[in-house]
């Protein structure tokens, strides 16, 4: 990790060590994505079913996971189960405070408000790979759940066996998701815009995945009567904020799970010690021995930075400009600190709240905008299977009270149709 | 306008009557754009000022519109400036309740919660053409302002004259506005999104406009470092439901007041009866015969459909099926059926609510989502102007509690970095 003093950096340096590794077009992904996009919309199960052969090494018969499989719940050991169901309890609890209530009002002849109604069905995508992403799956069955939503779509890659793993299939049940197809990749998203024989068109596709998943995620999106997307996608990000009284091993494990993810990983240390930030360096080489991941953490580490900073309040305002998916505070009184955070996904405050904790258990949604997007992205949420809808019912007294307000506006814009709705109705009242 | 009756219908024929007109990849105004925006971004101001001369016929020395330019709000009315006072005050009075507002709360030795910020930096586009659209410039405003946005950056066309309608400034003023900039259609979502010499960068872009504009906002906000849109637009439409008891003329001008707004809006009458359907058909001729936009009118009009329901159970799954923008219910006790409303943008409820009310001066927001998006998308709102944060904050008794369920669920997951994060802090309490 590069050490730089933020004082000494000129404007273009300052950009340029916060600024994210930029996306090139990939025209050649673009266009495969779009093939297996349009086979899908043309074939159905029948493209599904050859795509899980070719690309997931999977020979399927059926796309959804029989009540057979679920037997293999059973492999997993009590502890997994209950570490499982700890997580659905806390998420559940911090998504239900979370959740946006309708509201009504009168005022002047009118009553107006807002009802919060759940979107009618979306698509949760699993990503598979070498383990299963049991955490993705809460952060979006759980609020998709408390929202109501009435059609709840999961897909997930199969592995070579043809099989969903154990953790997922428990997980699923655990929340209340009742189908679940095996489809990864492109084809799974194009399943889910548009439909298929077996797997239903949804209106919202949520969820993470790689570079196939997010380039058929924005296609869909822009194709009418596709589906809409959860937030735009880059790797995974950390921006630990620690003074001189932080722990060096803590700070250290805290980069290195950041790390971990990816070699796109973006991991930032800020910190206001030139001393911290030499013990942090040691301890982080110290731990990556140990770690089985460190062919992955030495290339994300190559290009992440420590950032000196001559005090907190500087420190903050880097971190604002950086707008970074995690932030850790690890200094003193840190929660006091909390009104200067402006951009920031998911805050983990003081000593004892490692970022794992919200990946996994802590309540918080872990599905966060990454690349600078919590300028202005929120993280998921239950609203994010909502929709709002707003209405107004005015009385006749109140259509006498505003109707003239909106005859002289619809003048102003010359809208006289506008006008007229208003004026027929106020012609009804006084004849 | 054409009349059908739903039972008749074949699903094919069903899905075609509401079907929206489909864009079609116009790659000339894709080409365009680009190379509008590529200019804005080398050239900036210059750029800009080329613009406004070739495209709205003005030629401007200053972007800004000066303090001398103001005294034209002189000109306005008492009465419409009292319209535009009594319209801000509905505006903000419905949009204050509608805040969200930040919780926390404890629970098994932690603190969670999500805290609410105002995007710092944003753009708000008011379309120019023949009438000043003062009334998108109060659903921009008033929400940006409420949700405490601290960089509000206006831009607009300017008139021939190189001047911007009184009536925009002061409702500019009105809205705490401080800064308008001459600049419309694609040239000006350029400048927003990269900012130039004299108009700031922003994190989001707000605001109707035609097809550069629109196609504009796509184009940044698919762009590294460019801006955020605030929802995908479509033509204007509104469905009106209304049963044997409503009064045709109060139909027919609500859907006379969409009509106007363009050749290619949607209007849609749903009725569980004949004779109505009819009524209203001759209130329409009478009433359009005394408008002035009637060529528009006629031009929308003869896309539109008369659908006939057996009765308000059906109307409302066909109207549920459309997803309209507007929706008006012009029935008896229309209230009663606010549940079941699934999918609509903002809901005119009785016969004393024509759409203008919402349109202007009701208090809810007029920027909704067209063309369907009504399933997943809301209207516009103050906390499309916001972004949550969440946070969490563990005590050491805290992570003793939850720490061994993290460990066991990065187990799960394969991500020994994240489970080490954990035990170095149990580990440490445990020493």
Redesign the interface.
Known sequence: MRVVIWGQLSQTERKLVLA?S??SDDEALIRQVKEIIANVRQNGDKALLEYAAKFDGAKLDCLLVSEDEYKAIESLSN??K???L??ID?IR??HN??C?KS?E?E??G???G??Y?P??KVGLYIPGG??????TLLMLAIPATIAGCETKVLVTPPGKNGLVNP?ILFAAKACGIDAIYKAGGAQAVAALAFGTESIPKV??IFGPGNKYVTEAK?QVS?T??G??LDMPAGPSEVLVIADDKA?P??VA??L??Q???DVAAQVILLTTSTELANKVHQEVER?TAY???KEI?KQSLAKSAVIIAKDLAEAFVISNQYAPEHLILQIAN??DY?PQ?????????????????????????HVL?TY????????L?V?AF???????????S??KT?????E???D???????????T??LQ?LNS
Chains 1, 2 share one sequence.
């Open positions: 994210r930029q996306a502890d997994e209950q570490a499982i700890t997580a806390n609890h911090y405070i979370s946006p509201f009002f005022r002047n009118a009553k107006l807002k009802l109604r979107i009618e070498t383990a299963p992403l049991v955490s953790a209106y919202k924005i822009q009418h009567n589906a809409a722990n091993v803590f494990s805290d290195l799970a790390a971990e993810h731990q770690l089985s991941r953490i840190a929660e909390l955070v402006i951009n920031a996904g998911s805050v983990f405050v003081g000593e004892w709240t490692p970022e794992s904790v919200g990946d996994y258990a802590s309540g918080t949604n905008p600078g997007y919590a300028q202005m992205y929120s993280g949420d609203i909502m929709k709002a809808i707003s209405f107004q019912n005015l009385s006749a109140g259509i505003l109707g003239p307000v909106v002289t506006l619809a102003l814009e010359g809208l006289d149709a506008h006008k007229n709705a208003v027929v109705r009804h």
